[in-house]
């Protein structure tokens, strides 16, 4: 044989258990591969499915041994989705939830426990208020994702126009009913008050804050919560309102966000986000919307408190997850990594995230804005979680059916409460 032709079988040969080492090494890398899926409303939605696609992509390639597969289901269905899909013992590894829902989820009894996935670092990275009200039976269920507290909002331009000074929101129901009673003399095409008064269980959530300043608690059927003295107090405040042309009650609380940016509305009770949304009807630059709006604490009423709802978001992870130790990377990436918080959280969210301090000098300066910091050193520690769970759920149609009652018609406020706890009671 020539030395050509054995220079060739040896050139093969070579080549040959190259590649078979390849492929095996390929295969081993692959099978070592983790995917885990990821039900979220972030990719169902076009406004913020750029962002959590660019996230997702810089977490697989910091973490080239876990892959994500992101499952698109809408706001309105995750919760039920997830419960069918617990039920039915096929859940996703991850969830994003919110709410009411994140209660109902855990019902099932199928998250998994965080807190013995936290170490000292990171619980001491978090504010402890953002950890509160995740709870059941002792056991964080869920981890804190973005923070969007609602804040009382108020148009300066229209105070203005009323003779009202734009530099002083009201800080009680008094002052805030004299200056509602001026805009809509000098404006009346203005909505005084943008407030969600739907017939569904967010807009319990979003009240709540204004029962609980006038010391009422409707779900407290056991002490007649609903026709409590506070309760009516509420609901007599509630059809004032009403009568008075103070609020526009057909309305969710995402249709007054385009009108506040053209000035239609003077005070909007709404979450941090609603910046984002502003500028983006109105092009305004951040200078020039500082000057325009400012949000504060929410006017208190009897109780001589004001409150918040908290409306971010969470992730949870189901007990049935066979990758729990990657499933709590991308939880804390998601929630924590500066990369996630800048081109997600701030970003397409304009949310608060959980942890006490920004991880850079570059998102501690985007932090520091007069919004920003009007959440984060006021409104956030004026937050209160209603009694979330199954209950709530079900009451919601009960409470918000008797609040529309009462802006909408004449019956007796009383008959109107002893309604509400019947229906409660059932």
């Known amino acids: 044989m020539s030395d050509i032709r054995k220079a060739a079988r040896r050139f093969a040969l070579v080549a040959s258990t190259a590649m078979a080492v390849s492929l095996m090494t390929a295969s081993s890398h692959a099978a070592d591969k983790v995917t885990l899926t990821f039900a979220n409303w972030a990719a169902a939605e076009g406004a913020t499915r750029p962002g959590i696609e660019a996230v997702i992509a810089e977490f697989e390639k910091d973490n080239p041994d876990i892959q994500i597969k992101s499952e698109a289901i809408s ?29 109902l989820l855990a019902q099932t009894g199928k998250l998994e426990p965080l807190d013995g996935y936290m170490d000292a670092a990171m619980k001491g990275a978090i504010k402890p208020a953002a950890l509160q009200g995740f709870q059941v039976n002792g056991t964080l269920i869920a981890f804190p994702w973005t923070q969007a507290p609602a804040g009382f909002w108020y148009d300066k331009a229209v105070m203005q126009k009323a003779g009202l000074d734009p530099e002083n929101p009201p800080k009680t129901i008094d002052e805030l009913m004299k200056d509602m009673a001026a805009i809509k003399k000098s404006q009346p095409d203005v909505i005084p008050l943008g407030l969600d008064t739907t017939n569904r269980a967010f ?163 985007k932090l520091d804005t007069p919004i920003f910091n009007a959440f984060s050193d006021k409104i956030m ?46």
């Not at 997830?82 to 939830?97: H, K, M, Q, T, Y």
């Open 203 to 365: 807009a319990l959530q979003s009240n709540w804050p204004w029962m609980a300043t006038f010391g009422a608690n409707p779900l407290d059927v056991a002490n007649k919560g609903a026709e409590s003295d506070a309760m009516k107090a509420y609901l007599t405040w509630m059809r004032e309102l009403a009568k008075k042309g103070y609020i526009d009650p057909g309305r969710k609380i995402g249709e007054f966000r385009p009108l506040i940016a053209q000035d239609k509305v003077a005070f909007h009770w709404d979450q941090v986000l609603l910046q984002g949304v502003i500028q983006s009807v109105n092009k305004m630059k951040d200078d020039e919307f500082y000057k325009h709006y400012g949000v504060t604490t929410q006017p208190a009423g009897s109780s001589g408190k004001s409150y918040s709802f908290e409306g971010g978001h969470q992730l949870v992870m189901f007990a049935d997850s066979a990758h729990k130790e990657a499933a709590w990377k991308f939880i804390q990436y998601l929630s924590t990594s500066p990369f996630a918080i800048e081109n997600y959280t701030l970003r397409y969210e304009s949310s608060l995230t959980p942890l006490e301090k920004a991880p850079s000098e570059a998102l501690a300066k």
């Open 381 to 426: 520690g004026t937050v209160t979680t209603p009694p979330y769970g199954p209950n709530f759920a079900a009451g919601a149609t009960a409470v918000m059916a008797g609040v529309q009652q009462a802006i909408t018609s004449d019956t007796p406020i009383d008959e109107i409460a002893a309604s509400i706890q019947k229906n409660l009671a059932q």
């Open 75 to 103: 706001f309105s269905e995750i919760a039920r989705q997830l419960v069918l899909r617990v039920r039915s013992g096929n859940p996703p590894d991850v969830a994003e939830i919110a709410g009411n829902d994140t209660f």
